[in-house]
């Protein structure tokens, strides 16, 4: 007589099916111009149709404050970015002279 477990030797119960996770999206670039005229291009990781186009905006209107008044908020500073996303106004800072740019 053949035991119940005999057909369950290869099944492995901790794996997912084929198809339950989403397949990985192809990253997606963008370009940033400062007000100097140079350009930046940025490597987005990760997806969130929500709130993305958000930050990335946010980001961009920051990181123009940021060159309008450098010399009195960037230059030779510690500047931390909480809430990174792309980090562009990290960059920004980075490339206007902060002492130190972090995210």
Not at 78 to 83: A, F, N, Q, S
């Amino acid at each position: 007589m053949a035991s119940d477990d005999e057909g369950l030797a290869d099944v492995d119960i901790f794996q997912e099916p084929k198809d339950y996770f989403q397949s990985e999206k192809p990253p997606t670039y963008v370009e940033h111009t400062l007000l100097s005229g140079e350009t930046l291009k940025l490597r987005l990781v990760g997806h969130n149709p929500l709130w993305g186009h958000l930050l990335w905006n946010g980001g961009q209107v920051v990181s123009k404050y940021l060159q309008q008044h450098a010399v009195d908020l960037v230059q030779g500073k510690d500047v931390l970015e909480l809430g990174a996303g792309a980090g562009l106004p990290s960059l920004i800072c980075a490339i206007l002279g902060a002492r130190k740019a972090s995210r």
